[in-house]
């Protein structure tokens, strides 16, 4: 399984790399533009919390608009097609083949941009659908569909088509990923966005509803945005220390247990539901957990014993999301056990774990991807190696102190909720705004990280595209997309 | 069997197992829920909304108030309130009765209880508890009920009289459970905040009614108009730094007056069959403890 670790050969990737340039640049352009668009919505919600009256007067831009649709943004702008860009990347590098047609991809890749926009701009409209991850409305969903169906595709077909029939164990999780995600984001969606909205069949009726989200939003994290991520890793990481990942099977192992458990972790019981979704959940959270563990010591094992000690940008990229997820999975295993999670449930912890997810692991994760990948792809380097460092120290701090100032807070203000003594206004003045402060200011590095990068990706954007247009001087090249104009060399490596 | 093959039955196998498990059992367990009788309430519960608080319910989901209010109320325990409800004719046995029930009572206290009933023998005290009184007053001409009492911080707090459970939601579309006590929890909040005026105050500025508060300012359900012949009957009195300027007058649009309809319909104050409690009417006749009678 370690034998196609591409490092070892002398293969010569430009004419897989040429074929993933102009796709690669659109979805990762596209991913940090929403990364920027949706932390900016996240830090407007958090400055409302100290200013009721700030920005008021506009129903698109309250409180409750601008949460779902940072949440929205980031989830499906930033983190799933920052997702797809490096699962398609890794697909193609690790099966050595072409990415079979570039141009439906442009097209899937627009769409799905739409398709976002729409439901962004729906929510803030006031057309949530009120159902957590799920807030885009019903009439941004077909696009999306439609996108993934593109999107999706491609990826299987390229994925099919592999020239190194053997599969590396980050192709696993990519499989799984790209196969999980339609599965739920449609069953879910139609069940508790489109179905009501047709008044056809019987809608899923009362807490059922819940339900429902809460297995599309385990699903989503742990599965889909996991297992992108976790491919990230496994990917990555060996390449990085250039040794072989440690043990294969403890990461088949790992993949199992997620698989099977992985879309029913982290809901916290409700006296609402049934009894059995947080006990049950509770036991899912805790072999999540315990998966995680063990890709943890996989890789850990896999460094130590690595030849690169003195640990590259995106090495520490790497390292901060693995920790991340890590922390994460232990986390919500500890929240979700009966007597902590009667304690944490409704507090300020359950949004920063959510945060520390998706910008400390998935966010890290992907940003290191695009710090490493891009210049690959494009085959031209960062201008300002500078500003990376600025990135990563911005992006590292600042998810440090947002979603740490949560999850601390989180702890005080659960534990002040459940003391009836402590009146609520005294909950809000000493549970909840001093650590919301804190997380505000990490919410301001966290924007200034995504603007630097954002500008950074652009000028690569810019570079890529003009270098091209001059050396290959036309605009055909454009219109083609982006593929065609590339010298078919016929050097792949026919080993099927 | 090639890996790729091996690789897309196991994860059909394992979302097909997920998709039984978590999306067809829960509907097949929850989806039959239908409306039932409460003795107490005597009507059928619950009841869908009325037009326009259904109405103020999409207004409450497009301005997300779901992102800082729970509507779901937590119980940790029960404790019951045991209460004479009838001495009998056997005055004698049950004054004795009611001491070994309650040891530490003096024996004026026994006295008054026995003369006075309805009236309570023990107040907060467990189920093993209950079982023993319940037990002793067999037979002896009195009657005794047992009244239940939910316990946790958020029935303390006043934000409801009993935990939610399943049937509470039935009608609601989507559920709006929240999952974030920014604010206070909403499922009772009719109850509990039962005026028309204070809610509209607090929906154009929070601040007019509670200082300090982080809940964001609605300005934009409301107009401020010039005043014509008259002040209208339902413009806000709003004073400070929050009136309007001279000769104008901010009346609530009818999203805002849908949305405090909306938030007057939240109430659970009545029993069910999954979360008894010790109900009180509180309008009407005199005799009006309708108790849980623990059933022998």
Not at chain 2, 106 to 113: C, G, L, V
Request: net charge neutral; glycine share 10%.
């Amino acid at each position: 399984m370690e034998a196609n670790q591409s490092s070892k050969s002398t293969f010569d990737w430009t004419d897989i790399d040429a074929s993933y340039r102009f796709p690669t640049l659109f979805l990762a352009g596209k991913a940090v533009g929403w990364l920027l668009l949706g932390t900016i919505f996240s830090l407007i919600a958090s400055i409302k919390m100290h200013a009721p009256g700030f920005l008021s007067s506009c129903s698109w831009v309250t409180y409750g608009t601008m949460m779902p649709a940072a949440l929205n943004a980031i989830v499906y702008g930033f983190a799933l097609q920052g997702a797809f860009a490096a699962m398609l990347w890794m697909t193609m590098r690790l099966g050595q083949v072409r990415l079979v047609a570039p141009g439906f991809l442009f097209i899937g890749t627009a769409l799905w941009n739409l398709g976002v926009l729409i439901g962004v701009l729906g929510i803030m409209a006031g057309h949530s659908s009120g159902h957590a991850y799920l807030e885009m409305p019903g009439y941004a969903l077909p696009f999306l569909f439609a996108a993934y169906g593109l999107i999706g595709g491609i990826a299987l077909v390229t994925f099919h088509k592999r020239q190194v029939r053997e599969l590396y164990p980050s192709q696993w999780f990519i499989f799984a990923a790209l196969y999980w995600f339609p599965w739920i984001f449609s069953a879910a969606s139609y069940l508790l966005v489109i179905s009501p909205l047709r008044q056809v069949v019987q809608p899923v009726r009362g807490v059922a509803q819940s339900v429902v989200d809460a297995w599309y939003v385990s699903g989503l994290n742990v599965i889909v945005l996991g297992f992108a991520g976790l491919a990230i890793l496994q990917y990555l990481i060996p390449k990085l220390v250039k040794r072989d990942l440690h043990n294969a099977y403890l990461s088949l192992f790992a993949f199992w247990m997620l698989l099977l458990f992985g879309s029913f972790s982290g809901i916290l019981s409700s006296q609402a539901l049934p009894s059995w979704v947080g006990s049950l959940s509770a036991v899912c959270s805790a072999f999540v957990a315990f998966a995680w563990l063990v890709i943890a010591y996989n890789l850990f094992v896999t460094f130590r014993g690595g030849a690169t000690k003195s640990a590259g940008l995106g090495l520490r990229f790497m390292y901060c999301s693995l920790g991340s997820g890590l922390l994460v999975a232990l986390l919500t295993a500890w929240a979700s056990q009966e007597a902590t999670s009667q304690v944490l449930q409704f507090s300020l912890f359950v949004p920063g774990l959510k945060w520390l997810y998706l910008h400390g692991f998935v966010g890290m994760g992907l940003l290191g991807g695009i710090y490493l990948f891009l210049p690959k792809v494009t085959g031209n380097d960062w201008k300002a190696q500078g500003q990376w460092t600025i990135i990563f120290m911005a992006y590292a701090t600042g998810v440090i102190l947002f979603s740490g100032a949560l999850l601390v807070g989180g702890w005080k203000h659960g534990n002040m909720l459940i003391n009836a003594e402590n009146s609520f206004v005294e909950v809000l003045r000493s549970g909840i705004l001093p650590f919301i402060r804190i997380s505000t200011a990490g919410e301001l590095l966290i924007v200034i990280a995504a603007l630097l990068l954002w500008w950074n990706v652009m000028v690569m954007v810019c570079r890529t595209y003009c270098g091209c247009l001059l050396s290959m001087g036309g605009c055909g090249i454009l219109a083609a997309g982006g593929s065609k104009q590339l010298p078919s060399k016929t050097n792949v490596k026919k080993k099927s | 069997m090639n890996q790729g093959s091996i690789l897309f039955l196991s994860v059909f196998g394992a979302m097909a197992l997920s998709w039984g498990g978590f999306v067809m059992l829960p509907q097949v367990q929850l989806g039959s829920q239908s409306t039932r009788v409460v003795k107490e309430i005597g009507r059928h519960y619950p009841a869908e909304r009325g037009g326009l608080a259904e109405r103020g319910r999409d207004i409450y989901r497009a301005a997300g108030c779901v992102s800082c209010h729970t509507q779901q109320v937590r119980q940790s325990g029960y404790e019951f309130d045991l209460v004479l409800t009838k001495a009998g004719d056997f005055t004698e046995l049950v004054t004795s009765l009611v001491s070994q029930a309650n040891t530490s009572l003096t024996p004026q206290e026994t006295a008054a209880i026995v003369g006075n009933a309805p009236t309570t023998i023990l107040e907060g005290v467990g189920k093993s508890e209950v079982d023993r009184v319940l037990h002793l007053f067999k037979d002896s001409g009195a009657k005794v009920a047992a009244n239940i009492r939910p316990l946790g911080p958020d029935i303390e707090r006043g934000w409801g009289p009993r935990q939610t459970v399943g049937l509470d939601y039935l009608f609601d579309q989507p559920v709006l459970l929240g999952s974030q006590r920014i604010g206070p929890d909403l499922v009772d909040v009719g109850s509990r905040l039962t005026d028309r005026k204070w809610h509209l105050l607090h929906l154009y500025h929070p601040h007019t009614v509670q200082e300090g508060s982080i809940m964001p300012a609605y300005p934009y359900l409301f107009e401020t108009k010039k005043i014509l012949s008259g002040p209208s009957s339902d413009a806000l009195a709003l004073e400070g730094d929050f009136s309007p300027p001279e000769g104008m007058e901010v009346v609530p649009t009818p999203e805002a007056n849908a949305l405090v309809d909306y938030l007057l319909s939240l109430r659970i104050q009545n029993p069910v069959f999954e979360a008894p409690y010790m109900f009180t009417q509180d309008q009407g006749s005199d005799d009006n403890n309708s108790q849980m009678e623990q059933p022998e």
